[in-house]
């Protein structure tokens, strides 16, 4: 190789290693510039909605009401933020349904027999006949036996309303109430001015009863004053903080006018079809899950506090089999006439196909719990 031909190569060499390094400081300056250049990341502002229940705010049912709240929002990671009321917050009790449907409110919390007076049909989905079924296999029959899907097309292509609703939250069979005296038979209640829901109204006005509707926070001050001299609204935990014991000291238990019952969370149809889908799913999927953990703190509240009741000098008696036999015969005609409207009689004919199969294999499939019950804890 020639001294010429060295120098060249040399200067190519040279050459190379400056471009590099010419294109790695290019690099970084581009780099940097675009991280300087990047415009900064906000997070989204969260999707507010308002809720309002039906109840008061010492009752368990706004509790439970809450629970779903908290549920949701915590579920959402902060992208929904539920805001909790009581009922009278923004509308009265019985005026939730319409406040949803119109957007005044986003959502809420209550049961479909408080809508019994747009169609009695709507009460067949929180206070149904009393077919031996548990609100349980209610909420079985809203999932598995069509029940949705009749809601749905009574809501929104009967009633024409802009809601969704999700069945949720099982009951127990509810008291047949507080009284001065004890009921002993069907005609201890004709005449009676008696506070119930719907059809339990129907129930007892065959009754001969003179039955008031109102919410459950305006029940006590009626009875204080005057105004009803018997009801019911659900549960020891409620009827104790509503201040039933102040009032009344007859509290008779087991009733067949609202054997099983079931909770209703709505949302406007048209703000919940515009949320994102996977909230959409959160907020059905919380309601399954808020369903679950009701049912089991209820266990543990309810019993409680009925022994508090007991404690408050309520002599608490079980309602005797005349009056639940009234009952029955009440229902029988009751669904009788209602009938005659074919909303109600295809809702009321499906509930009963599946608490025919669904009871009916209970029954036959499961040991009675009152024999083992018996046999661990009966004393006398």
């Avoid at 439970?64 to 009790?93: C, H, Q, W």
């Avoid at 077919?131 to 292509?157: H, K, M, S, T």
């Avoid at 099982?170 to 209640?189: C, H, R, V, Y």
Wanted: net charge neutral.
């Amino acid at each position: 190789m020639t001294e010429t031909s060295g120098k060249n190569v040399g200067a190519r060499a040279d050459a190379t290693v400056t471009s590099r390094r010419r294109f790695i400081a290019t690099a970084a300056v581009a780099a940097g510039a675009s991280v300087v250049a990047a415009p900064a990341v906000h997070a989204q502002a969260p999707i507010k909605l308002k809720f309002q229940s039906t109840w008061p705010n010492k009752d368990i049912f706004h509790e439970f009401a809450g629970d779903y709240v908290k549920r949701v929002n915590a579920m959402t990671g902060g992208r929904v933020e539920l805001e909790i009321l009581p009922a009278g917050s923004v509308v009265p009790a019985f005026q939730m349904l319409d406040a949803v449907s119109s957007g005044i409110l986003d959502g809420g919390h209550g049961v479909a027999a408080y809508w019994y007076g747009k169609n009695k049909a709507f009460s067949l989905f929180g206070t149904a006949p009393a077919f031996g079924w548990d609100a349980d296999e209610l909420l079985g029959w809203i999932r598995y036996g069509g029940g949705q899907e009749l809601y749905d097309d009574l809501v929104q292509n009967t009633l024409k309303l802009n809601v969704v609703g999700m069945l949720t939250g099982p009951m127990p069979g509810q008291p047949l109430g507080w009284f001065k005296k004890e009921i002993t038979s069907a005609d201890d209640m004709k005449g009676m001015k008696y506070r119930t829901v719907g059809l339990g109204a129907d129930l007892f006005k065959e009754f001969g009863a003179a039955v008031t509707i109102v919410p459950g926070g305006e029940i006590v001050p009626a009875i204080d004053r005057g105004l009803l001299d018997g009801a019911e609204f659900n549960n020891p935990s409620s009827d104790l903080v509503l201040g039933f014991p102040d009032v009344a000291k007859v509290y008779m238990l087991g009733s067949y006018h609202q054997a099983l019952e079931c909770f209703e969370i709505l949302f406007n149809k048209t703000k919940f079809e515009g949320l994102p889908k996977d909230v959409q799913e959160i907020l059905k999927g919380a309601s399954d899950a808020t369903s679950s953990t009701m049912m089991w703190k209820a266990q543990d509240r309810y019993s409680k506090d009925l022994e508090a009741i007991k404690a408050r000098g309520v002599k608490v008696l079980q309602t005797p089999r005349p009056v639940l036999e009234a009952q029955l015969k009440a229902w029988d005609t009751v669904i009788a006439n209602l009938s005659a409207d074919p909303i109600f009689k295809k809702v009321v004919e499906s509930q009963k196909e599946w608490a025919k199969r669904i009871v009916g294999f209970r029954l036959e499939y499961e040991p009675d719990s009152k024999f083992a019950y018996d046999h661990f804890f009966k004393t006398a």
